[in-house]
């Protein structure tokens, strides 16, 4: 590669600063002490401050924040690399050039000239990111190894719409390759893409069991655990990310525009598109990981430390993004914007608690009335996962009140009231919507399932996580999943236990769709998709962690089809109980208090639109009824 190094003109005024006040956070002790201390102020937002590379007539400007002595801007024409200084307006970095749409650019700082480094800001790249032990090496050269990122044309400054989706409806979880390997409609060349959903054999699914949201594990691109190259094993799930806005190229091969044509694709068939965002860590990890872009560029603004420098954990993946500095708030909010813009419905959070920290969790976090004051984010769906592995991680009920929350405790207390310990109250707080939690009107995503732990099959099939294949030694993984395995563990040809689980399975299911709130549906629990017991399998890119379309479970399938239908007519997607539901016993009497810690069940009855709709659960039967004019079982 031959390097050139030019002049370039810079541009821009001191971007603003510092910490928008918001509550009484809590005070750190000097040990858990942030090394960073940014003055008061809001972040800065758009105009001449913008952030990341913008076409703008015959040149375009490109703007960073790093706390280098020195950026440089590198654009690539083939094996040429040509070197730009960039010129510098506080924390900002500033230069302009001839560079049109299309051109691949990165940057190199004097903290570590050999580094090449991610724009933050990108939004494309033109290769996906791959480990190797050399990007963590100081010294050493990495632009044979780094992704370079893609100058993009103007921006449409059209208003998104608004959002499909409102609470109360059905959200699907999918993995974009995994959900669409072994699909059978799908083109061999379009499977693993996210234009694959957008054909009509998946959307004409999506519409038949009665999905309002697609929810996106992680598109944007991520790099491969240190240990996983020598496993033989890959990332699959995308919880490892970089930059937060560049799409992965191995799924986004057609870059935004295919992410724009699948969403409008999707909302044209009536559903609406949550991506799940992981801003909590990047995929640079601990001390020993790589130098890919915001290490080399403001190692100590972007990561949360305490006192002594040592990189503070509350992801256990080795780093956590420092949302106390506002430059770190500024790169998630402008990415929402980003996505919004795109025409999203809103977004997930992975582990969102870290998202209040400094360093404690604080219900009044900046980023909460940040968000609230956004005339388009404000619009959209907000959804916590509310916790994480830090202190004081678990935040279940304390995001705001108009943010919808990932339920655990429904997730544990449902499977735990099938399998045969767990009580009838704690399972009708949860069909409820929770009030323990949320007393102020139910703001959860109940789920039986998700992404990690058991899938919905695989909890009535198997009482202990089998993820050998994760080459761990069957260490990694939830230890804990409330499951059970009706006499056999794993698969097996004895009709009595076939018959019990699937009796379990439209036993918990039909429990979900009565639920009040939110419910959500991990991709293939609809028709007994299995993970063969793995109940970690983020490093399964292979037949373990897709979806098998082939063999699945129509009649399964079928009755969850009945299920949505039951549940939008009888007005199960109204998150609050009518005022006249009535608890009693299986043997139809009125439930008192005392009758709850013995009961084996319930039935639930209210009036609606002239109807008298009644939910009946008998855990001795393995039966959930819903009747209104018409009878629905959980059993053949």
């Not at 004097?110 to 290769?127: G, T």
């Not at 770190?328 to 025409?343: E, P, Q, S, Y």
Request: glycine share 10%; charged share 20%.
């Amino acid at each position: 590669m031959t390097t050139q190094i030019l002049p370039g003109t810079g541009r821009g005024t001191a971007p603003h600063s510092g910490v928008v006040e918001g509550g009484q956070p809590q005070t750190p002790s000097p040990a858990e002490a942030p090394l960073h201390q940014p003055a008061a102020g809001p972040p800065p937002r758009a105009g001449e401050d913008l952030l990341g590379a913008h076409v703008e007539g015959d040149a375009t400007h490109f703007a960073v924040h790093s706390t280098a002595d020195g950026v440089t801007l590198c654009l690539f024409e083939g094996n040429t690399e040509r070197q730009i200084p960039m010129q510098r307006t506080g924390t900002v970095w500033h230069a302009a050039t001839t560079a049109p749409s299309g051109t691949r650019y990165a940057y190199r700082t004097a903290n570590d000239p050999a580094k090449l480094l991610v724009d933050p800001y990108a939004i494309e790249l033109d290769r996906p990111f791959a480990y190797d032990p050399v990007l963590g090496q100081p010294g050493a050269d990495t632009s044979a190894l780094l992704p370079r990122a893609i100058v993009q044309p103007p921006a449409d400054a059209t208003e998104p719409a608004p959002p499909l989706f409102t609470p109360g409806g059905l959200i699907y979880e999918l993995n974009v390759r995994g959900f669409t390997m072994l699909h059978p409609d799908v083109p061999e060349a379009t499977r693993g893409t996210i234009a694959a959903l957008a054909h009509p054999g998946v959307i004409a699914h999506l519409q038949k069991i009665g999905v309002a949201a697609v929810e996106l594990m992680p598109i944007v691109a991520w790099i491969d655990e240190h240990h996983l190259p020598a496993l033989g094993l890959t990332n699959a799930w995308g919880y490892n990310p970089v930059v937060p806005m560049a799409l992965d190229p191995r799924l986004c091969p057609g870059g935004p525009e295919e992410l724009r044509r699948t969403i409008a694709a999707l909302r044209e068939a009536g559903i609406g598109v949550i991506l799940d965002l992981v801003l909590n860590h990047t995929g640079e990890s601990d001390l020993h990981g790589p130098t890919l872009s915001m290490r080399g560029l403001d190692d100590a603004g972007y990561y949360a430390r305490i006192a002594d420098g040592t990189l503070i954990n509350d992801t256990g993946t080795g780093n956590t993004l420092d949302f106390a500095n506002p430059v770190v708030r500024r790169l998630a909010l402008d990415t929402l914007r980003h996505f919004a813009r795109a025409g999203v419905d809103g977004f997930r959070f992975d582990l969102a608690t870290v998202l209040a920290r400094g360093p404690g969790f604080d219900p009044q976090a900046p980023i909460f009335a940040e968000i609230a004051a956004d005339p388009v984010l404000s619009t959209r769906v907000m959804i916590a996962e509310p916790w994480d592995i830090g202190p004081g991680g678990y935040q279940l009920g304390h995001f705001p009140a108009d943010w919808l929350e990932w339920n655990d405790r429904y997730r544990d207390d449902v499977r735990r009231f099938w399998r045969g310990d767990g009580s009838a109250g704690s399972l009708a707080t949860r069909l409820a919507g929770s009030a323990d939690w949320f007393p102020a009107g139910t703001r959860s995503v109940n789920f039986l399932a998700a992404h990690d732990g058991f899938t919905l099959a695989d909890t009535v099939a198997y009482e202990q996580r089998h993820n050998h294949a994760n080459g761990e030694e069957n260490r990694d993984g939830h230890g804990d999943n409330h499951g059970w395995n009706n006499g056999v563990e794993g698969p097996t040809d004895d009709p009595r236990i076939l018959a019990a689980r699937d009796a379990d399975r439209r036993a918990l299911l039909a429990t979900l769709f009565a639920s009040r709130g939110t419910i959500m549906l991990t991709a293939g629990d609809e028709f007994g998709r299995s993970q063969q017991g793995n109940n970690n399998a983020y490093a399964q890119d292979n037949a373990i962690g897709w979806v098998d379309w082939q063999h699945r479970d129509t009649a399964l399938e079928d009755f969850v089809v009945a299920l949505a239908a039951f549940r939008r007519d009888a007005g199960l997607t109204d998150p609050a109980l009518p005022a006249d539901a009535e608890w009693r016993t299986l043997d139809d009497r009125v439930m008192h208090p005392g009758d709850w810690s013995h009961a084996e069940g319930f039935a639930l009855r209210w009036r609606r639109d002239g109807e008298t709709i009644t939910l009946r659960i008998d855990r001795r039967e393995r039966r959930v009824t819903l009747s209104r004019a018409t009878l629905l079982e959980s059993t053949p």
